[in-house]
């Protein structure tokens, strides 16, 4: 079974190369037209690039440009794997495909998704770029989570920079937090997910200050949650958030062993 869903990931993954030319997938639904895509439901127009087109972000909302960055950077990792996988399987054709894919994504991304030393969030391969983070992950600010791209990269750490700024338009600051929203949430929110991230992502004392924020918070529930208003911390999204609550149980045990690690 894990075999035939590997071989079914890249044969998808192909297909939607080429999504204009060759893919069937439509998405409409008539009674919530924010998650409608435009044209008839195959989405705003794009060329091909290498990479594989997307539909949706994580955060469920619909793309504004085909390319999301982050999720071919996720995408390529997993080929990387796949790789791993049919080696394993003596499987030459499924290996060589995956190999091949990634390596035409790969270069799509560097070829369209790195806007002035930043990788862009979602791009179109026409000319036009999305320069933003969401903080769903796979996000911008979270790849060296979830995708090949090492911490120190330049480019990540410019992108990363550029992230946690007023540039980025879902970069939020209030009395009792600063972080990263989303438009999936009301406007001005920050997100547990996005913090704990952060703190992943950056120094120990970076990680330490994130961790803090998150545990004043918790709008005295004791639970991280989706998002909350960084001025009043008790409006909040989802009472209960369980990949929230994971994230900020990774941060807190990384920095456990981060922090073992400098005493010894």
């Given at each position: 079974?894990?075999?035939?869903?590997?071989?079914?990931?890249?044969?998808?993954?192909?297909?939607?190369?080429?999504?204009?030319?060759?893919?069937?997938?439509?998405?409409?639904?008539?009674?919530?037209?924010?998650?409608?895509?435009?044209?008839?439901?195959?989405?705003?127009?794009?060329?091909?690039?290498?990479?594989?087109?997307?539909?949706?972000?994580?955060?469920?909302?619909?793309?504004?440009?085909?390319?999301?960055?982050?999720?071919?950077?996720?995408?390529?990792?997993?080929?990387?794997?796949?790789?791993?996988?049919?080696?394993?399987?003596?499987?030459?054709?499924?290996?060589?495909?995956?190999?091949?894919?990634?390596?035409?994504?790969?270069?799509?991304?560097?070829?369209?998704?790195?806007?002035?030393?930043?990788?862009?969030?979602?791009?179109?391969?026409?000319?036009?770029?999305?320069?933003?983070?969401?903080?769903?992950?796979?996000?911008?600010?979270?790849?060296?989570?979830?995708?090949?791209?090492?911490?120190?990269?330049?480019?990540?750490?410019?992108?990363?920079?550029?992230?946690?700024?007023?540039?980025?338009?879902?970069?939020?600051?209030?009395?009792?937090?600063?972080?990263?929203?989303?438009?999936?949430?009301?406007?001005?929110?920050?997100?547990?997910?996005?913090?704990?991230v952060q703190g992943l992502t950056g120094s120990v004392d970076e990680g330490i200050e994130c961790l803090r924020t998150i545990l004043d918070t918790d709008g005295g529930t004791g639970w991280t949650h989706e998002s909350f208003d960084p001025n009043n911390p008790v409006e909040f999204t989802r009472e209960w958030f369980s990949w929230s609550n994971s994230m900020a149980c990774e941060l807190m045990m990384k920095l456990v062993l981060d922090t073992r690690n400098e005493i010894n």
């Open positions: 079974m894990v075999h035939a869903g590997c071989a079914a990931i890249v044969e998808l993954w192909r297909t939607e190369q080429h999504h204009e030319q060759l893919s069937n997938y439509r998405h409409v639904r008539p009674t919530e037209p924010i998650d409608t895509l435009p044209n008839n439901g195959s989405g705003s127009p794009v060329a091909y690039t290498g990479m594989t087109w997307s539909g949706f972000r994580p955060s469920d909302d619909a793309c504004q440009y085909g390319y999301n960055i982050p999720a071919q950077l996720m995408a390529a990792k997993a080929l990387r794997q796949i790789v791993d996988f049919a080696q394993l399987w003596s499987d030459t054709a499924l290996a060589e495909q995956a190999t091949k894919l990634r390596e035409e994504i790969l270069t799509g991304v560097n070829r369209y998704g790195i806007i002035g030393g930043c990788y862009a969030y979602e791009v179109d391969g026409l000319g036009n770029q999305l320069r933003m983070d969401d903080a769903n992950m796979p996000s911008l600010l979270s790849l060296p989570l979830v995708s090949d791209v090492v911490v120190d990269d330049p480019i990540y750490l410019a992108t990363r920079n550029w992230v946690l700024g007023a540039d980025n338009p879902f970069y939020y600051q209030g009395s009792y937090a600063s972080g990263v929203g989303s438009p999936h949430t009301p406007q001005g929110f920050v997100w547990h997910i996005g913090l704990a």
